[in-house]
Nanobody, 122 residues
Framework: QVQLVESGGGLVQAGGSLRLSCEVS????????MGWFRQAPGKEREFVAG???????IYADSLKGRFTISRDNAKKTSYLQMNSLKSEDTAVYYC????????????????WGQGTQVTVSS
């Protein structure tokens, strides 16, 4: 069983930064693609960013340039660096894993974390 634990969420002022972490249990972390998604109140969960097992990255078009996904295979951890945060970035952020390459479709991801709340005050 694969377990994911997110951390790093919190309250930040508009224009500030946060770095989210997602630690993954299991022996084959290096084979996983990692993804970050978010869900704002009253909205559907949406794709934020993904990183392949060889660290190829993809992003939601609206977030390019502000958010950066990375991974540390030795620590079995993925990170989401969020800069120039806006009030509309307020959401619960989730990480997820699937094999090899990331995908923007939520339905294709196999395991999910419990989520971490990010609140951006204006």
């Amino acid at each position: 069983q694969v377990q994911l634990v997110e951390s790093g969420g919190g309250l930040v002022q508009a224009g500030g930064s946060l770095r989210l972490s997602c630690e993954v249990s299991g022996r084959t972390f290096s084979a996983y693609a990692m993804g970050w998604f978010r869900q704002a109140p009253g909205k559907e969960r949406e794709f934020v960013a993904g990183i392949s097992r060889i660290s190829t990255t993809i992003y939601a078009d609206s977030l390019k340039g502000r958010f950066t996904i990375s991974r540390d295979n030795a620590k079995k951890t993925s990170y989401l660096q969020m800069n120039s945060l806006k009030s509309e970035d307020t959401a619960v952020y989730y990480c997820a894993v699937r094999m090899i390459v990331p995908d923007t479709s939520i339905q294709t991801w196999d395991y999910w974390g419990q989520g971490t709340q990010v609140t951006v005050s204006s």
